[in-house]
């Protein structure tokens, strides 16, 4: 234990004694980050040390009870608009980070008090070092009341950062970049090691914040400018520098949750009618097309690919934001915010994946997005990429025409119909809203579907009591085989709508074919 503790005290002494003199002659700036970053390339990697063993061990509860003292916040009492609260080392979090706070060019490290927050007991905070260091830190800013500082951005855990615009409360999260997400031996977790936070002016509505990203396959320097508000946007630059090629390298990666909800399975006992943080992902490409895929809790690990070359914008979107579809006062998952990215200069050729893993609970993030360019990284090239993350109610990005605000899924045939025409169908109803393009002539539905499947019954009516339009049909699916569909809606050769576009496995597909009175169905 001494050992481990003299490790983690002579890194982060190194560490700050680093990033006091990074500077030099010069004033700091992102071109220091930058180059630390490349250095740090051609050297081997060096896993980074661990926090007190102990504190791994301590539970949900007493992690909450460490908590940080307002008043001590960095800035506080300063007039300034941002304040920093870091974030306390233990249970998920036991990498430690070094911060400094750069001000007029120069580079001051933050230090670490234990009088800065409480503690379960007194015998706790005797076990904690007199250094330990932080996992991160929140910013806090007067996003509802002015003079009120409110937490709207947490960097903590890898290369995690969350955030929620005004109305919302916490869900989703973005990383600065994820590694080999979906294939074995496992997904790598490159770390943030090292946050310089420049002091902002007095009124100043922006942040900035640069960070060094360390991991076994790349390295890399960061830049975000973050400007909090009704939709809190965070502008991102990034330099990446490769110590070997990994297989998959996602770019603007986001992570969320979709336990269940509308056109899935409830879990038996459940009494709530859905729970996500995030229920879909939307897409926008460079030929004007913007498609929605409903997210799924699958039986088994899935990954979809959309080629998306110079993707115009992505990102996992809360479309649902009434509170009557959860009925949770706790979560408030009416609430959870939705992330769009948006590319700032020209990423190429590439594609968007999707990855959903099977979730027993509300408590497993489930879903990542991200995009990924189609050439291979190569050791000793320096890659750029420039875009913006906004955090907030689902308007941050909407298609300019229809869009699908609901889709569900059950047993084919209606009441009354005979048990031959359920076999193997299952039902789609797919409720599309918003503005539509005004027009003579009847609104129709384009449909499509694998040549495993067979589309019938298609209908499209005006939805009189929610607004919009109704789209319907029967699948006719084939065991054992996974099932994709897309649809929008057409007056005339006008297209109305995004396109709708779902997949669904035949593990999650069988459960939805029993039809009451059809045994075998």
């Given at each position: 234990m001494r050992i481990a503790l003299f490790i983690l005290f002579a890194f982060l002494?190194?560490?700050?004694?680093?990033?006091?003199?990074?500077?030099?002659?010069?004033?700091?700036?992102?071109?220091?980050?930058?180059?630390?970053?490349?250095?740090?390339?051609?050297?081997?990697?060096?896993?980074?040390?661990?926090?007190?063993?102990?504190?791994?061990?301590?539970?949900?509860?007493?992690?909450?009870?460490?908590?940080?003292?307002?008043?001590?916040?960095?800035?506080?009492g300063s007039g300034r608009n941002f304040q920093v609260q870091p974030v306390p080392l233990g249970l998920y979090y036991m990498t430690p980070v070094a911060i400094a706070i750069v001000r007029n060019g120069s580079v001051q490290p933050l230090h670490f008090s234990k009088r800065d927050f409480t503690y379960p007991s007194g015998a706790f905070s005797r076990r904690l070092p007199r250094h330990p260091g932080y996992a991160g830190f929140k910013l806090t800013f007067p996003l509802t009341v002015p003079g009120i500082q409110n937490q709207f951005l947490v960097f903590a855990g890898a290369s995690y950062f969350r955030a929620v615009g005004r109305p919302n409360h916490f869900g989703l999260s973005a990383r600065a970049i994820a590694v080999d997400t979906a294939f074995p031996p496992g997904e790598q977790f490159p770390a943030f090691r090292k946050f310089w936070l420049l002091e902002p002016k007095h009124g100043a509505a922006s942040m900035t914040v640069y960070a060094l990203l360390d991991g076994s396959s790349v390295t890399g320097a960061y830049r975000f400018q973050i400007t909090p508000g009704g939709a809190t946007r965070i502008a991102v630059q990034a330099a990446l520098f490769f110590r070997k090629t990994p297989r998959v390298v996602g770019i603007a990666p986001l992570t969320s949750m979709f336990f269940f909800g509308a056109g899935t399975p409830r879990p038996a006992g459940e009494w709530r009618p859905a729970v996500h943080d995030s229920n879909g992902l939307q897409m926008e490409n460079g030929d004007g097309e913007w498609l929605w895929r409903p997210l799924l809790n699958p039986v088994h690990f899935l990954v979809s690919s959309f080629a998306l070359d110079d993707p115009v914008g992505f990102g996992l979107m809360q479309r649902e934001q009434r509170f009557s579809a959860y009925q949770d006062l706790g979560a408030r998952y009416d609430l959870r915010p939705s992330a769009w990215v948006v590319?700032?200069?020209?990423?190429?050729?590439?594609?968007?994946?999707?990855?959903?893993?099977?979730?027993?609970?509300?408590?497993?993030?489930?879903?990542?997005?991200?995009?990924?360019?189609?050439?291979?990284?190569?050791?000793?090239?320096?890659?750029?990429?420039?875009?913006?993350?906004?955090?907030?109610?689902?308007?941050?990005?909407?298609?300019?025409?229809?869009?699908?605000?609901?889709?569900?899924?059950?047993?084919?045939?209606?009441?009354g119909?005979?048990?031959?025409?359920?076999?193997?169908?299952?039902r789609f109803v797919v409720d599309f809203g918003g503005k539509f393009l005004p027009g003579r002539g009847t609104v129709h539905a384009a449909v499509s579907a694998d040549r495993s499947a067979r589309v019938s019954r298609v209908s499209v009516m005006r939805n009189r009591a929610a607004g919009g339009y109704r789209l319907s049909f029967l699948v006719r699916v084939q065991a054992e085989r996974p099932l994709e569909l897309r649809a929008f809606l057409q007056r005339g050769r006008n297209?109305?709508?995004?396109?709708?576009?779902?997949?669904?496995?035949?593990?999650?597909?069988?459960?939805?074919?029993?039809?009451?009175?059809?045994?075998?169905a």
């Open positions: 002494a190194t560490s700050l004694v680093a990033m006091h003199t990074a500077q030099g002659a010069a004033r700091f700036s992102f071109a220091h980050v930058i180059q630390e970053a490349r250095a740090a390339a051609l050297h081997a990697y060096v896993p980074p040390p661990r926090a007190p063993e102990f504190l791994s061990a301590i539970s949900y509860d007493q992690y909450q009870a460490i908590r940080f003292i307002p008043a001590n916040s960095l800035w506080h590319p700032a200069n020209h990423w190429g050729r590439g594609h968007i994946e999707l990855v959903e893993i099977p979730a027993s609970s509300e408590t497993m993030d489930n879903i990542v997005a991200y995009w990924v360019p189609r050439q291979p990284a190569q050791p000793g090239r320096e890659y750029r990429y420039a875009y913006r993350v906004l955090f907030g109610r689902a308007g941050v990005a909407r298609p300019p025409a229809g869009y699908v605000r609901h889709t569900f899924i059950g047993s084919g045939p209606n009441p119909m005979p048990c031959d025409s359920a076999k193997n169908t299952l297209t109305l709508t995004e396109t709708w576009s779902y997949l669904l496995p035949w593990s999650n597909a069988r459960p939805l074919l029993q039809t009451p009175g059809c045994p075998g």
